[in-house]
């Protein structure tokens, strides 16, 4: 809300949920003007097919690089990325240096 307010653009990436969710978080951020991807395959322990779930991780892993390396975006949320990286799914000094990239110091 804060980044909003200062006129930044902002976008929120959703490794977990699925599109087919209603969600609270979405609702109240798409009406200021949040863009938001909801592209994950919904919580990894109802998948029947998690082959499908990780490579729906990495499309969505995909969809955040891209958004980060766009500098018209002030704000990145990576919602729940911890979990792939946790998972092994995409590797944290992948995230870190993608986020690195984007002029950001630890």
């Not at 592209?39 to 499309?59: L, N, Q, Y």
């Not at 949320?77 to 792939?84: K, M, P, R």
């Amino acid at each position: 809300m804060r980044a909003i307010a200062r006129g930044w653009r902002v976008c929120a990436v959703q490794f977990m949920k699925c599109g087919r969710w209603e969600v609270g978080e979405e609702r109240s951020a798409r009406s200021p003007g949040v863009e938001w991807w909801t592209i994950g395959d919904g919580f990894s322990w109802d998948s029947k097919d998690m082959d499908r779930t990780e490579a729906v991780a990495h499309d969505a892993w995909r969809t955040a690089r891209e958004k980060l390396q766009e500098p018209a975006y002030g704000l990145v949320i990576l919602d729940e990325v911890t979990y792939l990286m946790n998972w092994g799914w995409i590797s944290t000094a992948e995230v870190v240096e993608a986020i690195k990239a984007r002029g950001i110091d630890f």
